[in-house]
């Protein structure tokens, strides 16, 4: 059973940073496609970020504009999303999601096979 956990989320200023971790347990990490999401209130769950399994490649959401980058250490089962010039409009919970055997990125939710339990992301202004 894969299981991920995220952790960074808190209350930042609007044009502050943050960075999210996605820790997540299994022997062959590195050939999980991981995922970023984020969900506000009211609204349906949105594609941030990601990278593939292997070869790491990234990829971003539009609305990232150069503000937020996907890195990833697999030795430590982990991925990161560091997030810079954060907006109000940035509020939202922030889920990961892998894919694994199949370790190509995805977009859409229902291309995940696991997901972690969200971390709170607050941006006052």
């Known amino acids: 059973q894969v299981q991920l956990v995220e952790s960074g989320g808190g209350l930042v200023q609007a044009g502050g940073s943050l960075r999210l971790s996605c820790a997540v347990s299994g022997r062959t990490f590195s050939n999980y496609a991981i995922a970023w999401f984020r969900q506000a209130p009211g609204k349906e769950r949105e594609f941030v970020a990601a990278t593939s399994g292997t070869v790491g490649t990234t990829y971003y959401g539009d609305f990232v504009k150069g503000r937020f980058t996907i890195s990833r250490d697999n030795a430590k089962n982990t991925v990161y999303l560091q997030m810079n010039s954060l907006k109000p409009e940035d509020t939202a919970v922030y889920y990961c999601?892998?894919?694994?055997?199949?370790?190509?990125?995805?977009?859409?939710?229902?291309?995940?096979?696991?997901w972690g339990q969200g971390t709170q992301v607050t941006v006052s202004s």
């Open positions: 999601a892998a894919r694994y055997p199949l370790g190509t990125w995805f977009k859409a939710t229902d291309e995940a096979d696991y």
